[in-house]
Each structure stands twice: as structure tokens, then as C-alpha cells.
């Protein structure tokens, strides 16, 4: 047993280097006001699909950012939702915007894919910024984007934004995003190593350089891909391009989900795509989270009722541990550090989760606003 102890120790002590590594390295967008390059052309593009609801305060919240030279384009996926009617009463008639119609969905495409592809053809700008329905906006948000890509000299650049939570599927689940990212991928092999397998992006905000989207082949390269931000990333990085990530520190926002039931769904179409389709790995996962998170507690717990054992120093050190680390990547991330303690319930959430992924691909498909994905 004292293996498995170390090892859920060296775990956790490498996760939480990583963390905090990251959490000095990592860069935040601030409120700034200068261009890109003078000059330099910005297509926000965003393409909505039975988007309704989210649709109209988006268009608003871009349509009144200071960045002084842009172009706003939606593309309705064929919604049913009247999604084109909300967000051309949101646009109000301002010239900066365009709403498209979205073309059938060929075959080989997922339906992402094929409107940010219609999207980029009907874009005019010298960057292509990609973004989703339900992303808010703060004034200065697109400023300080383009500032963030002036400065990096990014290729693309990824920026994470800060995640809106407020039903407890939201709260347990969401974080988990920004625990991957920070404690699993350290931002020096991302920022500053050729090798692909250090690649990350969030699909909520990609911003490309035209030539280096273009170079990697843009979205019919990945048309097939349910992980077509991490995809394009990966591309990237094989092309010799830059790649950065920043943290969207409240300037920009998103609540992806509106209950568990949303969660479950919206994180399980994509789940078994970031182990790469290979289910050994998937479970693989699983049982290492319940290792270092979960056992830990139960550990603690069983100790406890024995007394006089009393609460013993190792399974007090990595609950401790554990707690830590995830209350780190949530202060970072602009989430409830408390929640931390919940980090149990969050490991059986996900187990579920990859369960609803598992019975999916045995089904043969996932289902994603009336589409197999």
C-alpha cells in the first residue's frame, strides 16, 4: 500500500508544481486599449444553432466594444429557434454586422465545423476570431484581445474565459476544465516547444492570423473533429506557428450550461474524443482521479472511525493536498474556491459523465441540438 501512497502523493506534488508554475506564467487579458496593428482588420464570427436565447445580448456586447475597426458575423445553422430574427433585432442595422444562412450540412462535416468554414470564406478580415453564442463581452474585451495577439505575435491565440456557474452540476463539473489545463499541461511546453502534443485551446475564443489559418488548411482540416479546437491547435504547433493561451479575467465570459442535465450532456459529447476515441485510456483516467481524489477521503473517513487510531498523517496530507490544488486553479480562474472540498462529488459527476460517453458510442453516436456528432 505504501506505492500506491506514494504515487498518489507524486501525483499530486506534480500537479500542484504545474499550477503554480502556470499560474505565474500564465497571461490575463487587462483593459487595453491599443490595435492590433494599425489597421488591422478583426471578423468576430460565431456560428448559432438554436442560439435564441443566448444570441441578442452577445451581438450586443460586441457590437458595443471600442476596437475601432471590426466586423461582426453570425451564421444561422438552420435553426428552428428564430435565432437569425433575435440577433438581427440585437444588431440593430449596424453596419458592422452580417447575418449569413447556413448552408446544408455536407457530408464528412460536423456541424461546428462546416459554419465557422462558411464563416471564414465570408470573413474580410486580416484576423479571424472565433467565438460562441453564449460568450459575453465586457467593453474593451476585443481591445484587450488584440492587444494579447500584438504582444505574443500568437499565430493563435486561445483565450479562456472566465466561466459563469450557478447550478451545482455547473459548479462541480465547469472548474474541472481549468484543473486540466492548469495542473496536467505546463505553459512553457505549450508557448515554447515545436511538439503538438502540448496543445491546447478553448473553442469559445480562437483568434487566427489569416495566412497561419489558412496555412494549416483552416476548419476542412478538422471538418470531421468533435475537439476541433485542440485539433487546430495541435496544427499549429506542426506547422512551426505560434501558439498562446491567456486567461479571459472576467473581461470575458460564458456560462456554457444552464443545469446538470446540459452538463452531462454538452461534457459528454466530447469526452471520449480528448482520450482519442480510445476507451482503455478513458477508464484509464477514471481510475486515476478516484485514485488520488476520491480514495484519499475514504481513506480519511475510515481512519476516523477507528479509533484510537484517530485521523492518521498521510490520507490528512493528501486530502489536504488535493484540496489545495483545486481550490489554486479555481482562485486563478475566477471560481468558488470552496467548492474545493467538493472535489469527490466531482470525481463521481465526471464518472457519470464518462458513462453517458461510453453508452453513446455503443448507441452508435452522440446527439448535440438534433445533429449525431
Request: net charge positive; charged share 15%; hydrophobic share 50%.
Amino acid at each position: 500500500m505504501m506505492a500506491l501512497h506514494l504515487f498518489i502523493l507524486a501525483a499530486l506534488l506534480v500537479m500542484a508544481a504545474t499550477a503554480t508554475l502556470n499560474t505565474f506564467m500564465q497571461p490575463r487579458l487587462g483593459k487595453k486599449n491599443p490595435t492590433m496593428t494599425p489597421g488591422t482588420r478583426v471578423s468576430v464570427l460565431i456560428p448559432a444553432r438554436n442560439e435564441a436565447g443566448n444570441i441578442a445580448a452577445t451581438v450586443r456586447s460586441l457590437l458595443a466594444q471600442t476596437y475601432p475597426d471590426m466586423e461582426l458575423l453570425v451564421l444561422d445553422d438552420q435553426s428552428s429557434d428564430g435565432t437569425a430574427a433575435a440577433a438581427a433585432a440585437a444588431a440593430a442595422g449596424d453596419g458592422r454586422f452580417r447575418l449569413l444562412r447556413g448552408e446544408p450540412l455536407p457530408d464528412g462535416w460536423l456541424g461546428k465545423n462546416w459554419a465557422c468554414h462558411q464563416l471564414a470564406r465570408a470573413a474580410s478580415g486580416e484576423a479571424l476570431l472565433f467565438t460562441d453564442a453564449d460568450v459575453r463581452w465586457q467593453p474593451g474585451a476585443l481591445a484587450a484581445v488584440a492587444a494579447e495577439m500584438n504582444r505574443t505575435g500568437a499565430d493563435l491565440l486561445s483565450v479562456w474565459p472566465t466561466q459563469q456557474t450557478v447550478s451545482w452540476g455547473e459548479r462541480l463539473v465547469v472548474p474541472l476544465m481549468a484543473l486540466a489545463t492548469l495542473a496536467y499541461l505546463p505553459l512553457p511546453l505549450v508557448h515554447h516547444t515545436p511538439w503538438a502534443a502540448f496543445a491546447a485551446a478553448n473553442g469559445q475564443c480562437l483568434v487566427f492570423r489569416r495566412q497561419a489559418y489558412d496555412a494549416i488548411g483552416g476548419h476542412t482540416s478538422v471538418r470531421g473533429s468533435v475537439l476541433e479546437d485542440v485539433t487546430l491547435a495541435r496544427l499549429v504547433k506542426s506547422a512551426g506557428l505560434k501558439l498562446r493561451l491567456a486567461d479571459g479575467a472576467g473581461l470575458v465570459q460564458c456560462r456554457m450550461y444552464q443545469s446538470w442535465a446540459e452538463v452531462r450532456r454538452g461534457f459528454g459529447k466530447n469526452i471520449l474524443a480528448g482520450y482519442g476515441g480510445r476507451v482503455s485510456l478513458l477508464l484509464a483516467a477514471a481510475v486515476f482521479h478516484w485514485l488520488v481524489f476520491v480514495y484519499p477521503w475514504l481513506w480519511l473517513l475510515w481512519g476516523a472511525a477507528l479509533p484510537p487510531a484517530g485521523w492518521p498523517v498521510w490520507p490528512l496530507l493528501l486530502v489536504g493536498l488535493g484540496v489545495l490544488l483545486r481550490a489554486l486553479t479555481a482562485t486563478m480562474t475566477g471560481q468558488r474556491a470552496w467548492d474545493a472540498w467538493l472535489m469527490p462529488l466531482s470525481v463521481g459527476l465526471m464518472t457519470i459523465i464518462a458513462g453517458q460517453a461510453l453508452w453513446w458510442q455503443a448507441q452508435g453516436g452522440r446527439q448535440w441540438k438534433g445533429r449525431t456528432v
